[in-house]
């Protein structure tokens, strides 16, 4: 069983950044999905970002496309999500997520998985930007 913690939230003035973190453990797969999703009162859950364990591809959002980074540090076995240029629409519950993938996993890559496809999830963390 897949557990993912995130952590890194908080509150920032609109053009700051945060880097959330989403440290996992369990893997039983050769290969997984890992997704950032976000959830704004009121909203659907909506993806941000994924990064595909077998060779690093990574889909962005058009919202988030040339402001966010998702990156993995395979040792430590975490996600991260580099924010940069924050504005208020960014404010939202930030969630990772995984999901085990094969090869080429274009699914993934190519940011057609919703997020009822995910199998594992965090508990959330938020983000709060204030113009």
């Known amino acids: 069983q897949v557990q993912l913690v995130e952590s890194g939230g908080g509150s920032v003035q609109a053009g700051g950044s945060l880097r959330l973190s989403c440290a996992a453990s369990?893997?039983?797969?050769?290969?997984?999905?890992l997704a950032w999703f976000r959830q704004a009162p009121g909203k659907g859950r909506e993806m941000v970002a994924t990064?595909?364990?077998?060779?690093?591809?990574?889909y962005y959002d058009n919202f988030v496309k040339g402001r966010f980074t998702i990156s993995r540090d395979n040792a430590k076995n975490t996600l991260y999500l580099q924010m940069n240029n924050l504005n208020p629409v960014d404010t939202a519950m930030y969630y990772c997520?995984?999901?085990?993938?094969?090869?080429?996993?274009?699914?993934?890559?190519?940011?057609?998985?919703?997020?009822?496809?995910?199998?594992?999830w965090g508990q959330g963390t938020q983000v709060t930007v204030s113009s």
């Open positions: 369990g893997y039983t797969y050769s290969g997984y999905c």
């Open positions: 990064i595909y364990t077998g060779d690093g591809s990574t």
């Open positions: 997520a995984a999901h085990p993938a094969q090869p080429p996993a274009q699914l993934c890559t190519r940011g057609y998985w919703g997020a009822s496809v995910f199998r594992f």
